[in-house]
């Protein structure tokens, strides 16, 4: 039963993506930097104390890829606290490309990567590409997942992995190109 403002809602957001093409999501635990990455990415931008996302946000961003055609990606930076679940899902659908990011000091935001994975699983296409990125890598002091046993992680689950630093400004780049390029 839907009513006409859902049906406006899903025309535009079928038309977003059909107008724009690639389709890119950030998901992970809350506070694993998500939204830095996506500012760090598209404005060169990073926030020490940013607010935690409210549902879901967007930002577009040209870029090259490897056969020299240039696309305008799309990147959907999802909240990752538990509340939102149920909007955030929904933006699952129809993308190419997911970031799965988790913190290497946090050992219960890389525990969790096995839910998110599943949450993927269940809600994208099947042919979605994930990239596993381990982000904060500038707080080497702090880290407790050591980037072997993300390896492993990634190859069991057939990822390719990246550890990424949104304050440094380490591999951000390096991660959307990396996804886009398939
Ligand atoms: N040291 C360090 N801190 C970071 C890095 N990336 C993000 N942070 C910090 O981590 C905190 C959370 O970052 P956010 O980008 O808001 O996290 P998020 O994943 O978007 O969180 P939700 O929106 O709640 O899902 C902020 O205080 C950031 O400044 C990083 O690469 N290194
Ligand atoms: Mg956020």
Redesign the pocket.
Known sequence: NVNIYTYIYLSYFHFTIFYFGCLVV?I?????????????FTRDE?????????GVEFATKSIELKNNKIIKAQIW?????ERYRAITSAYYRGAVGALL?Y?ITKKNSFENIEKWLKELRDNADSNIVILLVG?????KHLRVINDNDATQFAKKEKLAFIE?????A?NVELAFHQLLNG
């Open positions: 950030l992970g635990d809350s506070g694993v930097g998500k939204s830095n990455l996506l500012s760090r990073f926030n020490l104390e940013s607010k935690s996302t409210i930076d999802t909240a990752g606290q990011v913190d982000n904060k890598s500038d707080l990424t630093s949104a304050l440094e380490t």
